[in-house]
């Protein structure tokens, strides 16, 4: 099993829509994780992270950690042709609390 | 303030050469770890660098390797490349090292193409 499992879409909404992206995990001592995102030919950006169970909202963006479940996603409420990206979950791991990611999510944003 | 900044941004190596990549962190940060991301995949760990000592090293074969200088810069040595390389190479800068809630901040990258 991997150890972050996401959606790989792509995953098409219409300009002022929400979009929800999901993300699990196996790692149940996994504490916080992160949202990058990543536009075609760009190097990843950070855009929310959490580390406690329930939301966290910045703006647009409301990232949702369940611990029990092992599941953590991340909703973009009036999305914008310029959301269009490849949004990435991550989690620190290992000794050095490195990030694994998991392998993406497309996302277009439809005008 | 500057960002994360590499070095070059694109290369084109022939099978067999070796490369070095170069990335110098945000002002502040003592850490530098290094990614390498295929096409259609999230970012691999290769390396993290803390105050000059490895911390971490991910499944890469010893053709990898890496350093951190007294400036927290930092390069990356590819040897004997091979086709399957080709990728994007990311360098990530945060303050310290381990914790679950160190923010990691990714440079721009640097396409490597071998040919």
């Known amino acids: 099993q991997k150890e972050v499992e996401q959606n790989s879409g792509p995953l098409s909404v219409p300009e002022g829509a929400i979009a929800s992206l999901n993300c699990t995990y196996s790692?149940?001592?996994?504490?916080?994780f992160f949202w990058y995102r990543q536009y075609s030919g760009k190097s990843p950006e950070l855009i929310m992270f959490i580390y406690s169970n329930g939301d966290k909202e910045d703006g647009r963006f409301t990232a949702q950690l369940n611990k029990a479940s092992q599941y953590v996603s991340l909703l973009i409420r009036d999305s914008q042709p310029s959301d269009s990206a490849t949004y990435l979950c991550?989690?620190?791991?290992?000794?050095?609390?490195?990030?694994?990611f998991g392998s993406g999510t497309q996302l277009t944003v439809l005008p | 303030d500057a960002g994360v900044t590499q070095s070059p941004t694109h290369l084109i190596k022939t099978r067999g050469q070796h490369v070095t990549l170069r990335c110098s962190p945000i002002?502040?940060?003592?850490?530098v770890s290094w990614y390498q991301q295929v096409l259609g995949q999230g970012p691999q760990f290769i390396f993290q660098?803390?105050?000059?000592?490895?911390?971490g090293r991910g499944n890469f074969p010893d053709r990898f390797s890496a350093r951190q200088f007294p400036n927290y810069s930092s390069e990356l040595n590819v040897n004997a490349l091979l086709l399957g390389d080709s990728a994007l190479y990311l360098c990530a800068s945060s303050m310290t090292t381990g914790g679950s809630h160190n923010e990691q901040f990714f440079g721009p990258g640097t396409r490597l193409t071998v040919l």
């Open positions: 991550a989690f620190p791991s290992g000794s050095a609390r490195q990030l694994t």
């Open positions: 660098y803390y105050e000059k000592e490895e911390r």
């Open positions: 790692d149940r001592g996994s504490q916080s």
């Open positions: 002002s502040g940060h003592k850490s």
